[in-house]
């Protein structure tokens, strides 16, 4: 991701900033829109992880569709150039205004999440004289053997209906003319890195599509979610996901009927690993049992590690170990080597909270004000969830061309 001409450059920038390389998202994209491609796939972008406007305008030139969660991304989606029929809006609380907004954009379909909401829904395109088409998110009650924060698909969450209201469901359609019923919709959770929850996914998915069509509700789309998980720990190794193994894994083990559209709404898989977040030392703290390292940013900038202990490789741009190209240090003017001594540091942000830590213990070499460093794999739920707490300069971003 960083060569040492990126590194020169990034000496000049003021800091902190999201560095998003273009090249590789534009390589995650083709490997997953060519192996969705296989097997006929409908992808769709959740904007939620990234929707920083050159990361969207590069996704939709790949004829992606959106997955949107509030009005303000059905309209960034529809704004970037994302085709409104591709546009999907899912959500547990969907406002009456942001209902009529996509209506008004005549969206692809609506993620309904309550019995509640199909009549809300069918009363607001009715007062516009339209048809809303809908999916039902249906909560599965499948483990995702994800960080339960960010598990959904359990019967605890709040998200989607659940199996025993299903008849209710279907009274309700029966009921609202102004809704076209079109089918199906789960996600059960993010961050999945073990495709068998998967394979459990498809099994439970063929057993409720049957009973929709038991009850002549014809379902004409399956729609997965996302949640495919990358590699924090080594963001270098394999920087694309195996889309092939993903997709594949529903091809076998989903009973996907003549006609039928298979959808997929993935977010982390395709931008996570395109961007890092890139800070400077400002100051060193040595003590007695432990070593400070005071970035120029926290978690007001990437608060995924101190939200869910989400773990992200740290790294010393100014002091590349293991054999890279080693670089001048702009506070000692030395040539590093190799040889360096490695230290234990956590690695904290400026903000007035003791939480505000990216890891603790982290082993780099020893390192000085003014240094470079990258946290990486921060391109999904990076960005999008900086903060204006303590009134910090807005984060901002740079791209690799
Ligand atoms: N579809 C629905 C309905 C979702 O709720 C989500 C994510 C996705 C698709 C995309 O999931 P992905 O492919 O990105 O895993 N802020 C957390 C992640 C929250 C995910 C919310 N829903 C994090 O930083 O890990």
């Known amino acids: 991701m960083f060569n040492t001409d990126t590194i020169s450059r990034f000496k000049q920038l003021e800091t902190p900033f999201y560095y998003y390389d273009l090249n590789l998202l534009k390589q995650t994209l083709q490997a997953c829109t060519s192996a969705a491609a296989q097997y006929n796939f409908h992808v769709h972008y959740a904007m939620k992880a990234n929707f920083n406007p050159k990361v969207l305008e590069m996704i939709q030139s790949f004829g992606i569709g959106a997955d949107c969660v509030s009005g303000g991304e059905v309209k960034a989606a529809t704004d970037h150039g994302f085709a409104h029929d591709k546009v999907v809006f899912a959500g547990v609380g969907k406002s009456d205004k942001e209902i009529n907004e996509a209506l008004d954009r005549d969206i692809f379909c609506f993620n309904v999440e309550s019995v509640q909401e199909l009549q809300i829904i069918n009363d607001l395109a009715k007062a516009k004289n339209r048809t809303a088409s809908v999916a039902i998110r249906i909560n599965p009650n499948v483990d995702a053997h994800t960080h339960h924060f960010i598990t959904t698909g359990l019967e605890e969450n709040k998200f989607g209906v659940n199996t025993w209201e299903l008849p209710a469901v279907a009274e309700a359609l029966a009921k609202c003319p102004n809704l076209q019923f079109i089918g199906i919709h789960f996600h059960i959770g993010s961050q999945i890195t073990d495709l068998s929850v998967y394979k459990n996914l498809c099994i439970r998915v063929n057993e409720l599509q049957q009973w929709f069509e038991d009850h002549n509700l014809a379902v004409k789309v399956l729609n997965l979610g996302g949640g495919l998980g990358v590699d924090y720990y080594h963001p270098d190794e394999k920087p694309v996901c195996d889309f092939e193994s993903y997709f594949k894994v529903f091809h076998d083990f989903l009973d996907i009927k003549p006609g039928q559209e298979v959808h997929f709404e993935l977010g982390r898989a395709l931008v996570a690993q395109s961007a890092a977040l890139i800070s400077r030392v400002l100051y060193v703290k040595n003590g007695l049992k432990k070593n400070f390292l005071i970035l120029d940013a926290g978690m007001t900038e990437l608060i995924r590690p101190m939200l869910y202990q989400a ?91």
């Open 311 to 401: 773990y992200h490789q740290i790294e010393n741009l100014s002091r590349p170990v293991n054999g890279q190209q080693p670089v001048v240090s702009e506070e000692k003017g030395s040539l590093l080597t190799t040889h360096q001594s490695l230290l234990h540091y956590d690695v904290v942000g400026p903000i007035c909270e003791s939480t505000d830590c990216f890891r603790k213990d982290v082993e780099l070499p020893e390192s000085f004000r003014g240094d470079l460093i990258a946290v990486r794999t921060a391109g999904a739920y990076g960005e999008v969830m900086v903060s204006g707490y303590n009134l910090r300069d807005r984060v901002q971003s740079v791209y690799s061309e």
